[in-house]
Structures are given as C-alpha cells and as structure tokens.
C-alpha cells in the first residue's frame, strides 16, 4: 500500500474548478513510487474514502472566499482551524471541507491531510483555467512537491 495520496478535486469543463486534475497531471511525473494519485469530482464520499486509504492525503481543489484570483491557501487539517464560511466546491455539490467534516463524523480522516486551496474566477461551463489560476498552478505543483517530501522525510 502506499502511503502518501495527491488528490486533484475538480472537473475541467467548468472552468477554474479545473485546477485540481490540472496540478495532478503535473505534478506526477515528479512524484516518487510511494505516491499515487487520484482525480476526483469533489463527491463527499468517494474523497472520504480515497483519502481513508492513505496515511497521508494532499488534496487540491479550486475555492471561492472573496480573495484576489490565483490565492493559494494551505490547511493542515488537525492542526489549522477549519475556516468558516469558505466554499472549497464550485461545481460539485459539497466541497472538500464538507467532506472533512464528514471524515471527521465518521473516523475516516487520514492521520495527514493537507488541502491546497486556489482561489478561483470562473465557474462557467468550458474548459480552461483563468489567468490567475493559471499563473498560481506551477507555485501549487512546487508546493504539493514540498509537501510530498516533507511527509516522506516524517516516515523515515
């Protein structure tokens, strides 16, 4: 089994809510043997149980909190406090921290779980991500290979 898990929430025909698959596809040909890789459409229990697997989960996923397009946002789960109010979904039905609190409720969050939130623009049908989103996408690829190593370096 393997013990860390990216996790790209999102669907690339909705516009910004594509960046999730996006910094998945990219960041996979530098991620170890020990990491495998899933794309999701943000469906509560099919996250729950991607991330139950796992050890450690890094997910990414498209958010909207009123802050300038392109924003990233880290967030230990566990450690961090969930933030109110922000909305982590845009075309799935419930976002990545409703699914937190659904693994919370249920004893199915991994040990690790760390989300990578980019602020999106537009939602609108059509693939292709905003400016700002796009421009954010390779500083979201070096953070989730940061993250990455620094969860391997924790196992040794």
Do not use: C, K, Y
């Amino acid at each position: 089994m393997r013990s860390i898990r990216v996790i790209g929430v999102g669907n690339r025909w909705r516009g910004d809510d594509g960046v999730g698959p996006e910094v998945v596809e990219r960041v996979t040909p530098f991620l170890p043997e020990a990491v495998d890789v899933a794309v999701l459409d943000g469906e509560a229990t099919r996250l729950v149980e991607a991330w139950a697997e796992v050890p450690v989960a890094v997910v990414v996923d498209a958010m909207r909190t009123g802050d300038e397009p392109g924003t990233v946002r880290r967030l230990h789960v566990g450690v961090d406090p969930l933030p109110a109010g922000t909305a982590t979904t845009s075309s799935h039905g419930l976002g990545v921290l409703d699914a937190v609190e659904l693994g919370e409720a249920l004893g199915r969050l991994p040990p690790t779980l760390v989300v990578f939130g980019v602020e999106g623009r537009d939602f609108g049908d059509g693939p292709g991500l905003s400016p700002a989103v796009a421009d954010a996408v390779e500083r979201v690829v070096d953070e989730v290979l940061t993250e990455v190593a620094l969860q391997r370096a924790a196992e040794r």
